[in-house]
């Protein structure tokens, strides 16, 4: 059971938009930054958004993150195939100085 | 090219000891915080431990403090994690992986070593 709460699973038609949400509470979200991350099967997690909101190189900008209070949000626009994927938010909890990331959300591109 | 392979998982009996060793090239190593993640199988991420630039400071996820220990060496470029009384629930893939100087995130990711605690 992990204390950021992620959906399971979504799922939209190609070309349509998705959100995922993460919710955690102040000692986690509320007082730090969240990041999110792609992992296709049998890969390594890929790194999407860092600081809430900001894009690595490389990462197209169908992709966006928010953050408000102890909730965080990814948005999928323009969704494709190659997005099928798992997806997970991550932060740090202040208060037990550890690192730790959602439950996993699976994208199924209909 | 930032690069990070990790080695030495395998398979243990419970009650064994692991070491699991991760190579690090593309960057200076001794700038960056790094971190262990480990998945089990069909399940999510799981953070377990990161280290300071120097090794001067760790943390440890609850389930592992006591049993698993980070470290490093810079100089040889490597980051290590000894696993000491392992357990069935510790099966997984490890991932060693580097944190943005700029604070937690992990950013680079290796492309983890299994681990598998059976009798």
């Known amino acids: 059971q992990s204390v950021l709460t992620q959906p399971p699973s979504v799922s939209a038609a190609p070309g349509q938009k998705v959100s995922i949400s993460c919710s955690g509470s102040?000692?986690?979200?509320?007082?730090?930054?969240v990041s999110w991350y792609q992992q296709l099967p049998g890969t390594a997690p890929k790194l999407l958004i860092y600081?809430?909101?900001k894009r690595p190189s490389g990462i197209p900008d169908r992709f966006s993150g928010s953050k408000s209070g102890t909730s965080a949000t990814l948005v999928i626009t323009g969704l494709q195939t190659g997005d099928e994927a798992d997806y997970y938010c991550?932060?740090?909890?202040?208060?037990?100085?550890?690192?730790?990331f959602g439950g996993g959300t699976k994208l199924t591109v209909l | 090219e930032v690069q990070l392979v990790e080695s030495g998982g395998g398979l243990v009996q419970p009650g064994g000891s692991l070491r699991l060793s991760c190579a690090a090239s593309?960057?200076?190593?001794?700038?960056?915080?790094m971190t262990w993640v480990r998945q089990a199988p069909g399940k999510g991420l799981e953070w377990v431990a990161n280290?300071?630039?120097?090794?001067?400071?760790?943390y440890y996820v609850g389930s592992v403090r006591g049993r698993f220990t980070i470290s490093r060496d810079n100089a040889r470029n490597s980051l290590y994690l000894q696993m000491n009384s392992l357990r069935a629930e510790d099966t997984a893939v490890y991932f060693c992986?580097?944190?943005?100087?700029?604070?937690?995130?992990?950013?680079?990711w290796g492309q983890g070593t299994l681990v598998t605690v059976s009798s």
């Open positions: 992986a580097r944190e943005q100087t700029s604070g937690w995130t992990p950013d680079y």
């Open positions: 593309g960057f200076t190593l001794s700038s960056y915080w």
């Open positions: 280290i300071k630039q120097d090794g001067a400071d760790q």
């Open positions: 102040s000692s986690n979200i509320g007082n730090n930054y």
């Open positions: 600081d809430n909101s």
């Open positions: 991550g932060t740090r909890d202040t208060t037990l100085s550890i690192g730790m």
